[in-house]
């Protein structure tokens, strides 16, 4: 199925055969959720315990979202929480020094369980999802020192590298925390500390994309120029609807709108209206790059619910009724390319297409 949708610079409008496609949204997400739990290990609490441990937070969160978009609470699901996060936090075989609650020897991972317990707290109003979510802010915000004038360190013990994704994740769940926490305003000055050194570090480039970090491996503090993964457009993407959320300061849709309208009018990232990680084309993506574009759909379907008129509504149906048509088995497994053909299923690809789904409900 091909949809035509008028693209413009940051924003695409819905057609009428997109609205009609959209009826089947539901359905189409269960299916994507149901297949990527046949990854689920109860052993172990995780999915595709092979594969890099911040999927299973990653997948998770994607359970979860589906729970609380739907307003589904199946009791297997809930079971499923209760034991990931019951075996999942206790302390990491090769990371004892952090003491578990997710903490970990680099600071993203610890980041995408972090979102995961906001997300479930949002659904279970449980106050110990919240109490982990403070502790994992807390250790990710100790690594935080004035080399480059700010921001949190990506790898742990050696502290070598600034990365975007790190303190992309940081501002998201400061931000997240005070939208929870009646009367916070710790967490709101430590996310706006966060946003505007990240605003004014060099990782958002002259095209309105967010660069993978910084280069301090060389003692530099410049832009390393690095690859403008989807995911980093992304997550930044969710962080500041949040502070919008928290602040009513349409500055921060400002600057969102600028990486989100910067994404789809690239032809790179987005060739022929549908998104592509930058790896796909010489077909070198790895079990984490796999992940990246639905983290993606994630976020531009956060911000699209608190724009007037939904914006990006369009782009993100456009890339959902793709994936389904040409990107699908029978059975319900997601390749990479949302654009097809199907090449092969793994937890990133299946997680990734699920968010997607999950994103336009």
Known sequence: MVLVAALLVGSVSVTAAQA???????????????????????????????????????????????????????????????NTVALQRKPLPWWPQGGGEFRADSTDDTGWWALAMIRAYDLTKDPDYLAIAKTDAAYIGSYWDDTCGGGVWWDLPNKTY???????LYIALLASLHNRIHGDTSYLAQAIRAWNWFDSSGMINGQHLVNDGLQTQSGSCDSNHG?????????????????YRATHDRGYLTSARQVAGAVIASPDLSPGGILTEPCEAAGTCNADQAAFKGIFARNLGALDRVLPGQPYRGYLLRQANSAYAHDRTDSDQYGLSWRGPFDSTSLARQESAASLLIAVL
Request: proline share 3%; charged share 15%; net charge neutral.
């Open 20 to 82: 009609n496609a959209a009826t089947n949204g539901r359905a189409r997400a269960t299916a994507a959720v149901t297949t990527m739990m046949g990854f689920y290990d109860q052993a172990s609490g995780r999915w595709a315990p092979d594969d890099p441990w911040w999927q299973s937070g990653n997948g998770l969160q994607t359970l979860l979202d589906y729970m609380v978009t739907t307003h589904t609470t199946p009791r297997a699901y809930l079971k499923d929480l209760k």
């Open 162 to 168: 600034k990365n975007a994704i790190s303190n992309e």
């Open 227 to 243: 690859t403008t993964w989807t995911y980093n457009q992304g997550v930044l993407l969710g962080g500041l609807a949040e502070l």
